[in-house]
């Protein structure tokens, strides 16, 4: 497939993938900005250009661009048109973004494997986190990511049941569990806290590292409202992986940072 280009055709993306067209269109103009097709503040080609140059529906190519815009990729003017973002976003373990959007950006092969996808109840101290009574009814889903076959990030997320109560059927090896959950309803609060500890066995063995390697783990909570609907950790290789956060200044009310011991 051709990177995009305004000067070139681009080829029609593959309809018989398991991976949903929007996604597709995503990682296309991700992989086209990486390899330097479109500079910084560069406009991108309108949406009937991709429209008619991917093959794919008007309804496609709009949530994908919306959902770069989301992730800090693309600005978009109304009645001008999208652009790459002045600041090219820095691929960022703390943005609220996902981790195979993450490693397409960096223009490497994602893959991703099912470590745990189950009903359970909530012991005391998801419970707590999460504001729900023991043995209240969650999901309980943890994947092993991978950029080029390599393991980088070890994902746990503990969902209240009544927020997905379909979260198992869907195919979570092909599409964003991120994306699945922004459809739902979009977070309205983010607490993450970011802490490096020694990895324990299971650990070691997943991410193919010594007891010695230190781990980055971040633990994030998602609210709808008032309750809190997800809870995760992802941890990550310490040697292989750096915290970059990036902040708008105009959206610094309210917020703040803490230190934990």
């Not at 018989?16 to 503040?41: C, D, E, R, T």
């Not at 976003?89 to 960096?106: E, F, W």
């Not at 969650?138 to 990030?153: A, E, K, Y």
Request: aromatic share 6%.
């Amino acid at each position: 497939m051709n990177d995009l280009n305004m000067d070139a055709p681009i080829e029609a993306l593959d309809v018989a993938s398991s991976v949903p067209l929007y996604m597709m269109v995503k990682q296309h103009i991700v992989k086209a900005i990486v390899a330097g097709n479109y500079k910084p503040g560069e406009k991108l080609p309108s949406e009937s250009r991709l429209v008619k140059d991917l093959e794919v529906s008007r309804m496609t190519v709009n949530r994908a661009l919306r959902e770069l815009k989301r992730d800090g990729i693309i600005t978009r003017l109304q009645g001008v048109g999208s652009f790459v973002s002045k600041s090219s976003p820095t691929s960022s373990l703390v943005a609220l973004s996902d981790i195979r959007d993450v490693v397409i950006g960096r223009g490497a092969v994602y893959s991703c494997k099912m470590l745990i996808g189950e009903h359970c109840l909530a012991n005391k101290s998801i419970a707590d986190l999460m504001g729900l009574d023991k043995n209240s009814p969650i999901i309980h889903v943890s994947m092993l990511h991978f950029s080029n076959q390599d393991p980088i990030q070890i994902e746990s997320r503990y969902v209240r049941e009544e927020f997905a109560p379909d979260l198992l059927k869907q195919d979570l090896i092909n599409s964003s569990m991120f994306d699945y959950f922004q459809s739902i309803s979009p977070v309205s609060e983010l607490e993450q806290l970011v802490e490096a500890r020694t990895p324990d066995a299971s650990e070691q063995k997943l991410l193919q590292i010594s007891e010695n390697t230190p781990i980055l783990r971040i633990r994030r909570r998602t609210w709808v409202g008032p309750k809190v609907v997800t809870l995760g950790y992802f941890s990550h290789p310490g040697d292989r992986y750096r915290v970059t956060v990036r902040v708008n200044p105009a959206d610094l009310s309210g917020q703040s940072i803490g230190f934990e011991k």
